[in-house]
């Protein structure tokens, strides 16, 4: 059977993951704890946020693993969350992204239905414009991709899989 | 080797944002048990050929909820396919919600465009439904009548590349 084609893919360095949950608070959690994370200067590569089910909400974002520390410090720290709310985390995740050209939801099914067959666990979905990213274990992530590899055509002229460029922020702030 | 590139905004860039409107939230939830057959049906079935605008999962509490956002239309023909999927019961649906979503240079890069994001939003008073961000894109759900303001504070904020 000819395998479905996709435009691209690619995997995250390690990264960390954070699940927070708790009831709604006057302010937004999303805003607080991003306002956390931008005191410390550290990006978050992946986020969803969703109010879930009996009224409660939950934050989830992943950063680079550098960063498990310093954020678990953060977000323990008192008054740093609202009343109520649970930090749980995973140390050692990473992301897998797919470009497709078509179809995303028979994508996603696909993907679904193969890892599971391979114990390979998925902690998170979000698309974009024109991309699905799943967030699963970082020590699977080799045996992730082979799968994907295995039933998707990629492009003959692919670009690396594997990040080779790691981006820093400077704290240097340009003055006016 | 190590190379450095300068590169500096006053404001952050963005290359614009972009909106749909008229859709149709459902939310529905699968034990990770479960995932395999989940995603037989979505795979097989159906509800292969809908086009969602938007999809995200989390995991939580021993289930994985998924947020898939269609066109009403669309969605009424998803709403009816969940419907006879026994295994997808617990499910419900929130409408008219709209998407505006927007990407920049090096967003899934570097610290700050979430906290941009959010907090002006929520100075604003505009709740979010849900968010997803990833590959260097913010998408946020919101209801359908906070979408021109949502539109109007966010462009305060960031700068639109032109």
Request: glycine share 6%.
């Amino acid at each position: 059977m000819e395998k479905l084609k996709i435009g691209g893919l690619k995997q995250s360095l390690e990264l960390c993951q954070f699940d927070l949950r708790g009831p709604d608070s006057s302010e937004e959690i999303a805003s607080k704890v991003s306002k956390l994370l931008v005191s410390k200067k550290i990006n978050m590569e992946f986020l969803t946020y969703y109010p879930n089910r009996n009224s409660y909400h939950q934050l989830t974002f992943c950063l680079n693993q550098d960063k498990f520390s310093t954020t678990s410090e953060i977000l323990k720290k008192e008054c740093s969350l609202p009343i109520g709310w649970k930090i749980s985390s995973r140390g050692h995740v990473g992301i897998i992204t797919i470009f497709p050209h078509q179809s995303a939801i028979k994508i996603l099914g696909v993907i679904m239905v193969s890892w599971a067959a391979q114990s390979i666990p998925i902690y998170g979905i979000a698309t974009s414009l024109s991309a699905i990213s799943f967030v699963t274990d970082y020590h699977l992530i080799d045996k992730a991709t082979e799968v994907i590899q295995d039933l998707f055509q990629l492009p003959e002229d692919h670009a690396p899989i594997k990040p080779e460029i790691r981006y820093y922020q400077s704290d240097i702030v340009k003055g006016d | 080797m190590e190379t450095i590139a300068v590169y500096w905004e006053s404001r952050i860039k963005t290359y614009g944002f972009q909106r749909v409107t008229d859709l149709a939230l459902f939310e529905f939830f699968c034990p990770p048990a479960e995932i395999k057959h989940l995603g037989e049906i979505i795979s097989q079935g159906d509800i292969k050929i809908f086009r969602p605008k938007f999809i995200i999962a989390q995991e939580s509490d021993h289930e994985i909820s998924f947020i898939f956002c269609l066109p009403l239309k669309e969605g009424k023909d998803f709403h009816a396919s969940l419907e006879k999927t026994p295994s997808l019961t617990n499910h419900r649906y929130i409408y008219p919600v709209s998407i505006i979503f927007f990407y920049g240079p090096h967003f899934g890069d570097r610290y700050g465009i979430a906290n941009a994001t959010f907090s002006t939003l929520s100075k604003a008073d505009i709740k979010i439904i849900a968010s997803g961000c990833s590959s260097a894109s913010v998408f946020l759900v919101l209801a359908q009548d906070d979408i021109d303001k949502a539109e109007e504070v966010l462009a305060e904020t960031f700068e639109v590349a032109k």
